[in-house]
Structure formats: structure tokens, C-alpha cells
């Protein structure tokens, strides 16, 4: 195999003491070799009303915007879906989709129906699925949703669920219960958590073959 990689910033300009996400990807060509080239990732967002307690939503829509810029870029496309008593898809999948702007004016208000941004992601990553991509849903919310949510048609047809646990009052079971696996579980809270979830979610999208990786 061949490796080689470039780095880049983003945002381009900072203000000073401001926070800015540097990347570094490394290529591997290797001749001959099957693999995934990328990802579809879904960003699936909570809105709803109990996002408005503890600053969860400013939480979520952080852990959001860092994971679209990892993400940034071919070989992956990124897209965003938000809920709460309805799910609507913010941003179709792009690869190199503006996920801040949508989400930066967002209210957190009314229920939450996780089931139905489970119903929109699946419709979603279905309808726009690549050979040779990985599609891959990533909740981001505390859990607490007034409807049963279940991940079984997602994962029937391939399409990865990771959950991002948003909150100390969370509802952990029924976002561990939706993730494809348990290394597929994130705590929002924890430090570094974009960075580390980004990592993980490369693993597990080209798992130990080579690819090109983006830290």
C-alpha cells in the first residue's frame, strides 16, 4: 500500500481564543484491494423540549457540527435530519454539506418522536445509498422520546445505527437499544467526545483494511 495525507483548519479565519478543528487525513492506495471508499452519515438531531433542560441542545448541535466537518469532503457524504413531534430532513447528503447554519437557530420545543426520525433516516439512507458506502444514522439525543423506537428494519438492511447520549438525565437504554452495537454508544459529555466518536465510527467503517482516515 502507498500512503500519503494532507491537513487542513476549519473555520479558515479565528478569532482569537477561539476553538478551531484541524484534520489531518491519510490516503492508502492499495492495489487490488476491496473496501468501503466512504460514508453516507446521517446526523439525526433531537429538538424537542426536554433538549432545552442543562443546555443539551447546545450539546448536540456542537457534537453535530464536529462530526459534519470530520466528515467533510469525498469520499463521505453527510446529511442532517432534526426531530421532535416530527422529523424533517435539514439537509440532504452532500459531500461537503452546511450543517452549522441550519442548526444554529434551532428551537428546542415539543415531544419527541424518535421513532419517526428512525422511519426518515431509514427512508433516507435507503433511497440515496451508495455500492460502495457505508450508510450509517447517528442519533444525537438524550432519549426521552413519547414514542417506541425501534432500529430493526435499519439494521436489516445494512444501515448502521450509532446513538450519542446527550445529558445526564438520558434515557441510556433506549438509545443502547437502538445502536447496532455496543461500541456504537457515545457520551456526548465525555471530553474529546466529537473526536473520539469520529475515530470509532472510521474503525467501524473500514474496520482493519485500509482506507483513508481523517483525525
Known amino acids: 500500500c502507498q500512503v500519503y495525507g494532507t ?3 476549519a ?3 479565528v478569532v482569537l481564543g477561539h476553538a478551531v478543528d484541524v484534520s489531518i487525513t491519510l490516503r492508502a492506495a492499495c492495489p487490488g484491494a476491496s473496501r468501503f471508499e466512504g460514508a453516507d452519515v446521517l446526523l439525526v438531531v ?3 423540549g426536554s433538549m432545552a433542560r442543562g443546555g443539551k ?3 448536540a448541535k456542537a457534537v453535530a457540527v464536529r462530526l459534519a466537518r470530520a466528515f467533510a ?3 463521505h457524504r453527510v446529511g442532517l435530519v432534526t426531530f421532535a413531534g416530527d422529523a424533517r430532513l435539514d ?3 452532500a459531500a461537503n454539506s452546511d450543517v452549522a447554519t441550519p442548526l444554529h437557530d434551532v428551537p428546542a420545543e415539543g415531544v419527541t418522536d424518535l421513532a419517526a426520525a428512525l422511519a426518515l433516516a431509514h427512508t433516507t439512507l435507503g433511497a440515496e445509498r451508495r455500492p460502495n458506502a457505508v450508510p450509517l444514522a447517528v442519533v444525537i439525543s438524550d432519549g426521552r422520546s413519547d414514542t417506541a423506537a425501534k432500529a430493526d428494519a435499519l439494521a436489516a438492511d445494512g ?3 450509532a446513538s450519542v447520549i446527550v445529558g445526564d438525565d438520558a434515557s441510556r437504554y433506549d438509545l443502547e437499544s437502538i445502536a447496532a452495537a455496543k461500541d456504537l ?3 456526548a459529555g465525555a471530553p474529546g467526545a466529537a473526536a473520539a466518536i469520529h475515530r470509532r465510527l472510521l474503525t467501524t467503517i473500514f474496520g482493519t483494511v485500509a482506507g483513508d482516515w481523517t483525525i
Open 185 to 187: 454508544v457515545f457520551d
Open 91 to 93: 439537509v440532504p447528503l
Open 73 to 75: 469532503g469525498a469520499p
Open 57 to 59: 441542545i447546545d450539546t
Open 159 to 161: 444501515i448502521l445505527v
Open 46 to 48: 433531537d429538538r424537542s
Open 11 to 13: 473555520p479558515q479565519r
Open 7 to 9: 491537513k487542513g483548519a
